[in-house]
């Protein structure tokens, strides 16, 4: 079946300072792939999505590069600031493989971040 | 636009009650999902639906759990009996009619067994 796999975390950063998150992915079809970010006490929101391989996404000074060949979509922002600090999940909805929708997601297990002023 | 409603936000149960947990999607969306994400571990699917049919439950336990998505109303995630092992926190997403939208998140219910 499909899985995403995540960084072990926590991961704390000063500010300013470089952020990569690294995510793999096994799937059975061609899955798009998001990045998820949840802050303290909220839901879930999109942070940034890309649908097919070389696609980049980018939010919010966050990026990540959807790479086919490495089955990867790493998360990195040139420059963290305090209010980064959440949780961030890797996530694949694979239409291809009978998914119904992109409302059907597989999530990596979360990474904390934490960034210190 | 109000963003999806979920209530209550903390539900304490002890052995052997129900649960209902109730979700109420963005307005104009049609697609509810739910997952649930036990401690130190990632969110895990569990059923999608949409009004008055459930489309996959491919991830719901096949006992004492059920979901449905009324005509009218919110969408009611139901868990009988329940076990210390089902504390958790219990997520709804509600998408658009079209099939490749992004799905919106509530806050979550947080459910907790004793």
């Known amino acids: 079946g499909d899985s995403v796999t995540q960084m072990e975390g926590p991961v704390t950063l000063s500010e300013e300072a470089f952020l990569t998150i690294n995510c793999t992915y096994t799937a059975t079809g061609y899955p798009s792939l998001f990045w998820y970010v949840q802050y303290p006490g909220e839901g879930l929101q999109l942070l940034l999505k890309?649908?097919?391989?070389?696609d980049k996404g980018s939010n919010k000074g966050f990026e990540a590069t959807y790479r086919k060949e490495t089955t990867s979509f790493h998360l990195e922002k040139g420059s963290v600031q305090v209010s980064d600090s959440a949780v961030y999940f890797c996530?694949?909805?694979?239409?291809?493989?009978?998914?119904?929708?992109?409302?059907?997601?597989?999530f990596g297990q979360g990474t904390i971040l934490t960034v210190h002023p | 636009n109000a963003g999806v409603m979920q209530n209550p936000r903390h539900l304490v149960r002890r052995r052997g009650q129900e649960a209902r947990l109730r979700c109420s999607p963005m307005?104009?969306?049609?697609?509810v999902y739910w997952y649930r994400q036990l401690p130190e571990e990632g969110l895990k699917f569990m059923v999608y639906l949409q009004k008055e049919n459930i489309i996959d439950e491919s991830g719901m336990p096949k006992e004492r759990f059920s979901a449905e998505f009324p005509k009218e109303g919110p969408s009611i995630l139901r868990i009988q009996q329940v076990v210390r092992g089902d504390s958790a926190a219990y997520f709804c997403?509600?998408?658009?009619?079209?099939?490749?939208?992004?799905?919106?998140f509530g806050q979550g219910t947080r459910l907790t067994v004793v």
């Open positions: 890309a649908t097919k391989a070389d």
């Open positions: 997403a509600s998408s658009a009619l079209q099939m490749n939208t992004e799905a919106f």
């Open positions: 307005k104009g969306h049609s697609h």
């Open positions: 996530a694949l909805s694979d239409l291809g493989a009978g998914g119904t929708s992109y409302g059907k997601l597989t």
